[in-house]
């Protein structure tokens, strides 16, 4: 485990890996009252932005329905919960901003 994760509590995330975002939202019910939530958005890396900086950012992708959705999630946010690490892709690129056009599957590994 390197001094990033350590400080972070998340894995070493890397573009092509297929991830699982736990993400808080708060939310007002009819009543008014604050209701707090647990989000997952699962999906593919596309990229990782700002290294080990406190504003570092993961970009991921998933196609629900038919369309393209992509969220950028801040690392250092006290609104992410958790990462978890579903696959492992092998990818040759730092930004994989091609995938959104790319019709074939990438060569994939899975995590135990």
Known sequence: MSEEQKKSGYPEVKPGMTVRVHQKIKE???KGED????QVFEGMVLAQKHGAEVGST????????????????????PNIENIEIIKKARVRRSKLGF?????KRLREKKIA
């Open 99 to 103: 995938l959104r056009s790319y019709k």
């Open 35 to 38: 209701k707090e939530r647990v």
């Open 58 to 77: 993961i970009t991921v992708r998933k196609v629900s329905g038919g369309i393209g959705v992509e969220k950028i999630f801040p690392l250092n946010s």
């Open 28 to 30: 007002k019910n009819v």
